[in-house]
């Protein structure tokens, strides 16, 4: 009985852990399930991604956008986005860096050379800060993305 018990107290957290597949259904309504997002009301993540973690300051930025969310302008290859990204920092750290990491490498997006999948410490650290959406978006900026 004792083992049954231990057993259960092992195995049941891991099969309520949500994973990233399943985190992102709370992201392809608007994003979309193929990633392509829809042109000038939701940016793609597909092809994007990638662009994102390449640029500087771009991984830690990426982690803020999930946690605050973002509002304002914004141009993805030449089109034009003004809608509102809600906040998820309802989820756990695992659970963003589960999504992080299945954005990061789905629709062929890949990791850039050197960089590792995100862990739920590096999540953590961006907790410390409170951003409004409008702050992410000015934090954008800073990124040169085009
Ligand atoms: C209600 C619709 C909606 C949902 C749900 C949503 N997003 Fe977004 N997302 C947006 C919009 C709109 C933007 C652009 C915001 C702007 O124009 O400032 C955006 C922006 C982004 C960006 C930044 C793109 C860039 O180039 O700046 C990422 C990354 C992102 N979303 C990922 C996600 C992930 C992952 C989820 C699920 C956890 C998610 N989104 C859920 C609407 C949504």
């Keep these: 009985m004792k083992r049954l018990l231990l057993l259960l107290v ?7 852990a949500q994973s990233g597949p399943v985190l992102y259904q709370q992201c392809q309504g608007c994003h979309q399930p193929n990633g392509a997002g829809i042109p000038g009301v939701f940016p793609p993540l597909a092809g994007h991604v990638p662009d994102i ?23 993805v290859k030449g089109v034009k986005y ?6 998820y920092r309802q989820l756990g750290d695992a659970e963003i860096a589960a999504l992080l990491n299945h954005i ?7 990791f850039p050379a050197g960089q ?4 739920p410490a590096e999540v953590r650290a961006q907790r410390a800060k409170t951003l409004t959406p409008a702050q992410v978006n000015s934090a954008r900026k800073a990124l040169g993305l085009k």
């Design 10 to 16: 092992l195995i049941l957290p891991a099969a309520f």
């Design 53 to 75: 973690l390449a640029a500087k300051g771009g991984r830690p930025w990426l982690i803020q956008v999930l946690l605050w969310g973002m509002s304002g302008e914004i141009v």
């Design 82 to 87: 003004n809608g509102v990204m809600p906040s």
């Design 104 to 110: 990061s490498t789905q629709w062929g997006n890949k």
């Design 116 to 119: 590792k999948p995100f862990t």
